[in-house]
């Protein structure tokens, strides 16, 4: 690691930011007939006009805006356009009935689906959190302690630990199978590992502290191999390993649409989670204050099988997923994982000062700035082969917004500003 080279990576990534990044997002994302977010656009940048608002699309734009601001960008103006966002957010998708945000509504606000879903909620309470964080509006945190409250009191499994995931508009849980009501997922428990500790961070109760740790636990004790100490995707109720299938109302699933069950089910691991699980364990062990000496370990093992076995030495970039004993089974290149692993990598570089993690940044951080990112519109291709040539090329849907890109490059920068600084 030298600092003539930390400090090139750097300059391109705030660049890209500063630039490419966030210009995109906030010349074409305000919605100022309806109120919040326009979200799905072409690979040029064109609205697609597809007529839906969905939770998780909405808050991820929320914490965006909100987050960029908080790391010093934009002058002010980021801060109007997430107050925007969050009139929005509490004026049209919060049941004022039941409580808690809808699933999905049409672009002027009208509700269609009303299902709660834990994904979508977890977001909401992470970008609230941020929101008051970044702009001392209290509606943020008032409204991410509300819907905590009531994921607390309708969501938590309290015979076998953790959160089910999928109710009805009235709380009611949904049925079981394709439904969702019947199972635990990592990509869930994760996200609120990161809507507590962002909440916490906001609040500073003990109750938010107290659920934030459970939460850790139970990823740490129930949700890792326990010999490989990779993530395991789906479980039943009773922390029974089960297979990953696809929900009625479903996430990260576009590359699987024709199937109702992902191939070799039950030994699959994702390494872009894996990355991102690590990397949000260090944030939360800071924000708690008992830093994350004591999971060194542990960490160590996740970001070595993450670079071992996901990046790829020959073309860049890293690989979507793999057994747990190591390997790949899908060699595609999806754009989320590009940029948690480079998160990630670089706190691995500053928990441990191995080159070996430093080498693994540099080679996913070239992938994305000459393969993934699309220079012409500013936003990364979602997809692509294993080579680098685009298989997706919209730059946004529900699935696929702001949230990661940006948020790998304000975070990336924060990191290899501290690296740069320890270098003499």
């Excluded at 670079?307 to 989320?336: L, S, T």
């Excluded at 393969?371 to 849907?397: C, K």
């Amino acid at each position: 690691m030298q600092k003539v080279g930390i400090n090139k990576y750097l300059k391109e990534a705030e660049n890209h930011l500063v630039n490419e990044l966030l210009p995109f997002w906030t010349t074409r994302m305000m919605d100022y007939d309806n109120g919040g977010y326009i979200t799905h656009f072409d690979k040029d940048g064109k609205d697609t006009g597809e007529d839906e608002k969905s939770l998780i699309a909405q808050s991820r734009s929320l914490y965006t805006l909100s987050s960029a601001h908080r790391a010093g960008y934009g002058g002010g103006e980021f801060a109007r356009l997430a107050e925007h966002g969050i009139n929005f957010m509490i004026d049209k998708m919060w049941d004022k009935e039941h409580g808690g945000f809808y699933w999905m509504t049409d672009r002027s606000g009208d509700v269609k689906i009303n299902k709660k879903i834990l994904y979508g909620l977890s977001f909401a309470i992470y970008s609230l959190s941020e929101y008051s964080l970044a702009s001392g509006d209290p509606r943020g945190i008032e409204y991410a302690e509300k819907t905590f409250d009531l994921v607390q009191k309708y969501c938590s499994d309290t015979y076998f630990g953790g959160y089910f995931e999928m109710f009805e508009r009235d709380w009611t849980l949904a049925g079981p199978g394709s439904l969702g009501g019947d199972r635990k997922t990592l990509d869930v428990h994760m996200h609120l590992m990161e809507a507590f500790t962002t909440l916490y961070e906001c609040s500073r109760k003990e109750v938010h502290r107290r659920k934030l740790l459970e939460d850790i636990e139970i990823l740490l004790n129930r949700m890792m191999h326990p010999e490989f100490k990779t993530g395991i995707p789906q479980f039943t109720a009773d922390w029974q390993m089960a297979p990953q299938i696809k929900f009625d109302i479903i996430w990260g699933w576009d590359r699987y649409a024709e199937q109702g069950e992902k191939d070799n089910p039950t030994d699959n691991t994702c390494y872009g989670h894996n990355a991102e699980f690590a990397w949000l364990l260090i944030h939360a062990m800071e924000v708690l204050g008992l830093g994350a000496g004591k999971y060194l370990d542990l960490l160590t093992r996740i970001f070595d099988h993450t670079i071992d076995n996901g990046v790829d030495r020959e073309y860049g970039g890293v690989y979507v997923e793999g057994p747990h004993a190591g390997g790949v089974y899908d060699r595609e290149k999806e754009f989320w994982q590009q940029a948690e692993v480079m998160i990630g990598a670089l706190d691995a570089c500053l928990l441990t000062g191995e080159e070996k993690y430093w080498e693994a940044y540099c080679n996913v951080h070239r992938f994305v700035f000459d393969r993934m990112i699309n220079r012409e519109a500013g936003e990364w291709y979602p997809l692509l082969t294993r080579e680098g040539v685009p298989i997706w090329t919209h730059m946004s849907h529900s699935w696929k917004v702001n949230y990661h890109t940006v948020r790998a490059m304000v975070q990336s920068i924060k990191r290899l500003k501290k690296l740069a600084a320890e270098i003499k």
